[in-house]
């Protein structure tokens, strides 16, 4: 029979359930991917309220979680106490430091969201149209609950950097444009299987009349609110810790990107400056057996002129990425003791999106599997270069994201809130993508010289924004510093690393979770290796990991360290 919990047991769980319940109503976009029925069509709640009301509620269930003692508790439940006090402290941190006035704009904004929206969602049935409408039609309200909260920041003085908020309105002008049946929104219709079914073309016309009258208009206010309200407002530099609040702001984001609350920006900064060292001189060797010894620089130009390594279209680059996918596919029974239930496919970036996003991202499926996960790659080869493309499929699709945030998906035995917060994780999650990145290596996937100096390029692009993420935001440096910075180190073309710094500035700290989380795998699977010698087995090791669910740094030392503890016994 099932051991019966301990009063602490009990009203941890309860705590835990109800947070959940919570985060479902409050971000009813995490229920839909942990695949959770939703039935108030309602996607997005950022109004001013939205944030004060959840950090009033937070700070109330903190105090309550602080009386449930953490000692008499089973070893999972230890983990879900710690994450559930770091996460309701995090909601109580965004709205104190006024976060939720200032909320992302670049590289992607609010209208990026209901794009990823449109295409995580399906259409099997006319019932399943309809509910899309529905949601649609709530979507001009979160738009405009947007510019309310970019209003209230700017009248209790918050200001927006001018380069953050020019790039932003400029992504606004494509999706304003061109044919409403042709828009993002309207894909979910284009695809579905029913698409000839009366009531779900009735559905598309609801859907049409919403882009057209009600959606586009309200994306219409938000650029006007960046041109008209904030832009003549604007600032000219560029740091978080210039703006109102912006020090503890950045103090607050670097804790929650990083999920180590014993890293300040001066110990990150630090770190990056160490990492840069130590990646150059791994890349001057690599560079040496390309035959370029002792001219780094050389072997960067010739990577960056040679058109070989430019796919000729965005189709051919697409289709470069399912070969390489596919050949990783087929090596990782070889690594991994589980494999997700779901899918995954390879598509093109719109050209609309791909000038100011990263050259790759990865959509993951819902929980439900109602759609398979997509590794999107650019739609600009330019930004994709073939000695990138092992390293990307790594890090993007298996065994990077894609199938680690369907492994979390799939672990039941988990609380609810613990499979489904992955996004606050982001260490972790992007930690484990680059870790990804080297194990390459092992698996025998980098074919080439160039491809090994991709890789080595993709960790040292890392690590420089270690240096230039901190740098910008702790330590005074321009926009120009920064990417002169990068431009030095990098074969990304200026124009990446330049949309790059932006992001940067636009979203401090967050930067900042990768390579950090990437040494620390690293560091627990050194450890392991040692204590455990003959004993350690890699396919077991990369389960234990890929089992437990989203974790900050300091918890995966301690899981790995009572893995470690029962392997040895």
């Known amino acids: 029979m099932p051991e019966t919990p301990t009063a602490a047991a009990a009203a941890l769980d309860a705590l835990a359930d109800r947070f959940w319940q919570f985060q479902r109503r409050e971000f009813p976009m995490n229920a839909l991917l942990a695949g959770e029925p939703c039935d108030d069509p309602t996607m ?19 105090a309550e979680l602080a009386a449930v003692p953490i000692d008499g508790l089973d070893a999972q ?160 530099t560029v740091a978080c810790s210039d703006d ?19 890293l300040a920006p001066d110990a990150v900064h630090a770190l990056g400056l160490s990492e840069v060292a130590r990646l150059e001189g791994e890349l001057a060797a690599v560079a040496a057996e390309a035959g370029y010894a002792g001219d780094l620089p050389g072997y960067r130009a010739f990577l960056a002129q040679d058109p070989r390594f430019i796919a000729p279209s965005a189709q051919a680059l697409r289709e470069q990425a399912e070969v390489i996918a596919k050949r990783i596919d087929g090596l990782l029974p070889a690594w991994f003791g589980r494999l997700p239930r779901i899918s995954y496919g390879v598509q093109s970036i719109p050209a609309a999106l791909s000038a100011r996003i990263p050259p790759a991202y990865a959509q993951p499926s819902p929980a439900d599997r109602s759609s398979a996960g997509v590794y999107w790659i650019s739609s600009q080869p330019d930004k994709a270069p073939a000695y990138l493309h092992v390293a990307l499929a790594l890090h993007e699709a298996w065994p ?30 992007e930690g484990w993508a680059l870790y990804c990145e080297t194990l390459g290596v092992e698996m025998g996937v980098y074919r080439d010289v160039h491809d090994h100096y991709g ?25 120009e510093e920064a990417i002169d910075y990068m431009a030095a180190r990098l074969t990304l073309s200026r124009p990446t690393i330049e949309a790059e710094v932006d992001r940067y500035i636009a979203m401090p700290a967050q930067a900042l979770g990768y390579q950090v ?22 396919r077991a090791f990369h389960d234990a990991i890929l089992g437990a669910g989203p974790l900050t740094l300091p918890v995966l030392d301690s899981v790995i360290d009572d893995w470690i503890a029962a392997r040895s016994r």
């Open 455 to 479: 890789r080595l390029d993709m960790e040292l692009w890392r690590a420089c924004r270690l240096v230039v993420d901190t740098g910008l935001h702790a330590h005074g440096w321009s926009r």
């Open 77 to 236: 439940r230890r983990i879900t106490h710690r994450l559930l006090d770091r996460e309701l402290d995090d909601l109580v941190q965004q709205a104190a430091t006024l976060s939720h006035l200032r909320p992302w704009l670049l590289p992607v904004g609010p209208e990026f969201n209901t794009i990823y929206l449109a295409n995580v969602t399906q259409l099997a049935d006319a019932a399943a149209a309809q509910a899309w409408a529905a949601r649609l039609a709530t979507l001009p309200a979160y738009l405009d609950d947007t510019v309310r909260s970019l209003g209230e920041g700017r009248a209790r003085g918050l200001r927006h950097p001018r380069v953050v908020l020019e790039g932003a309105r400029a992504n606004l002008g494509p999706v304003l444009g061109g044919p409403a049946a042709d828009s993002p929104w309207m894909a979910p219709f284009r695809r579905s299987p029913a698409a000839g079914s009366p009531a779900v073309q009735a559905a598309a016309a609801q859907a049409l009349r919403t882009v057209e009258g009600a959606l586009r208009p309200a994306l219409q206010r938000l650029a006007d609110c960046l041109q008209h309200e904030l832009l003549p407002a604007a600032r000219e």
């Open 44 to 62: 997005f709640r950022e109004a001013p309220e939205d944030a004060e009301r959840r950090a009033d509620w937070a700070g109330a269930q903190r």
């Open 400 to 429: 990077g994201h894609l199938m680690h945030i369907a492994l979390m998906q799939e672990t039941e035995a988990l609380p609810a809130f613990r499979r489904a917060n992955f996004t606050k994780y982001s260490a972790f999650v």
């Open 517 to 538: 989380g990437n040494l620390r795998m690293r560091a627990v699977r050194r450890r392991a290796e040692q204590r455990l010698g003959d004993r350690f087995e890699l």
């Open 244 to 262: 109102l609040l912006g020090a503890a702001a950045y103090a607050h984001w670097t804790r929650h990107f990083t999920t180590d609350p014993t």
